[in-house]
């Protein structure tokens, strides 16, 4: 007997539903996107050919062979799309940001638990090589006690470039699009902080939105930065991470969102494998260099966790519960930057 299959409704085909979430859906053999929300019917035709395309998200609700519905649309929709197919008995995965409001977050983990419903979010960037390979360094004590964690997600967009992101609305601006991503891994290494400090602006003189953050996540003695900006033609490191023990700093950015627009197949044996020359470099208290290959990034391991999920139990690739907690810390980011104060969760 063969693996039963489980049949997806996608809810968006912009970047996210085309780049983010079918080409890896595809990886996975038991998954099969069988209806698509969009208006983007002839791109639906060209990449998924078995899938049909629907002009309302209760067509996908109400249909009983759909078992798990996929949140790919603006973040201001998350919450009450995630709601209705929650309530329709559907399994749901979101992509980041959960919802644009912790209250609205706790809402719905509460609904999937009365639902008897798993409810997950595309945090895919806890899959990244060179987070993976931080991750690895800090969790095997290469670095020792961590200290100072700096992050950063620099661009050079000096124009404002068209979309839902730059609109003011819920959920725009870089700090819920990227901060989304950086806020994520700080939370996976260290958890919580007890204070949130930052400085969250519109820097171009166009921009209606949020283009620049600087958050500061303490820790007692230890300090975590992630940092954005959209008028950086020079990025320096990706990451730099020092503790008692070394350093480690690395250039560069995780080649999978790349691969993916250029319509690599996900599942190709060299996926998300990096140039050497963008190894990172640790430093060890001696002073001594060692270049450390990347690990190679993952995202398809996102699907395949998530299937485990559904078929056995097994642990969800990223809990709603660390999602919500992203969010609650990008509103003490918002409300640090308003009130020019250090804010305590």
């Known amino acids: 007997m063969g693996m039963r299959t489980i049949q997806i409704g996608l809810l968006g085909y912009g970047l996210a539903g085309s780049t983010?979430?079918?080409?890896?859906?595809?990886?996975?053999?038991s998954l099969t996107i069988a209806a698509v929300?969009?208006?983007?019917q002839a791109d639906v035709a060209r990449d998924l050919p078995g899938a049909r395309v629907v002009d309302s998200a209760a067509a996908i609700f109400t249909d009983p062979a759909i078992e798990l519905v996929v949140v790919a649309t603006p973040n201001a929709s998350h919450f009450e799309l995630a709601r209705q197919a929650l309530e329709a008995g559907k399994h749901v995965v979101i992509d980041k940001p959960i919802t644009t409001s912790s209250a609205n977050a706790d809402a719905l983990i509460a609904l999937?638990?009365?639902q008897g419903r798993l409810l997950s979010v595309y945090q895919?960037?806890?899959?990244?090589?060179?987070?993976?390979?931080?991750?690895?360094?800090?969790?095997?004590?290469?670095?020792?006690?961590?200290?100072?964690?700096?992050?950063?997600?620099d661009r050079f967009r000096p124009a404002i470039k068209p979309g839902w992101h730059e609109i003011p609305q819920?959920?725009?601006?870089?700090?819920?699009?990227?901060?989304?991503?950086?806020?994520?891994?700080?939370?996976?290494?260290?958890?919580?902080?007890?204070?949130?400090?930052?400085?969250?602006?519109?820097?171009?003189?166009?921009?209606?939105?949020?283009d620049y953050f600087h958050v500061i996540l303490g820790y007692g003695e230890r300090r975590a930065i992630v940092h954005?900006?959209?008028?950086?033609?020079?990025?320096?490191?990706?990451?730099?991470?020092?503790?008692?023990?070394?350093?480690?700093?690395?250039?560069?950015?995780?080649?999978?969102?790349?691969?993916?627009?250029?319509?690599?197949?996900?599942?190709?044996?060299?996926?998300?494998?990096?140039?050497?020359?963008?190894?990172?470099?640790?430093?060890n208290a001696a002073g001594e260099r060692q270049l450390i290959t990347s690990e190679p990034g993952a995202y398809p391991e996102f699907y395949a966790q998530m299937t485990a999920a559904i078929f056995t139990g097994a642990p969800l690739p990223v809990s709603a519960?660390?999602?919500?907690?992203?969010?609650?810390?990008?509103?003490?980011?918002?409300?640090s930057a308003v009130e020019h104060r250090t804010v305590v969760p």
């Open 124 to 153: 895919n960037r806890r899959w990244d090589n060179d987070f993976l390979t931080v991750r690895k360094l800090v969790e095997a004590g290469r670095l020792g006690t961590i200290y100072a964690y700096e992050s950063h997600f």
């Open 228 to 283: 954005a900006s959209t008028l950086v033609r020079e990025p320096g490191p990706r990451f730099a991470v020092h503790g008692d023990a070394g350093s480690f700093v690395k250039y560069g950015m995780d080649p999978q969102e790349t691969a993916l627009k250029a319509g690599r197949p996900a599942n190709a044996p060299d996926w998300g494998r990096e140039d050497p020359a963008l190894s990172g470099t640790l430093v």
């Open 321 to 335: 519960q660390s999602a919500r907690d992203v969010v609650a810390v990008i509103e003490l980011a918002h409300q």
């Open 20 to 29: 983010f979430h079918a080409p890896l859906i595809r990886t996975i053999p």
């Open 112 to 114: 999937a638990t009365r």
């Open 37 to 40: 929300m969009t208006s983007r």
């Open 170 to 210: 819920p959920g725009a601006g870089v700090l819920f699009d990227l901060g989304s991503h950086l806020i994520d891994q700080a939370l996976v290494l260290f958890g919580m902080p007890t204070t949130v400090t930052a400085d969250v602006l519109a820097q171009r003189s166009e921009a209606l939105v949020d």
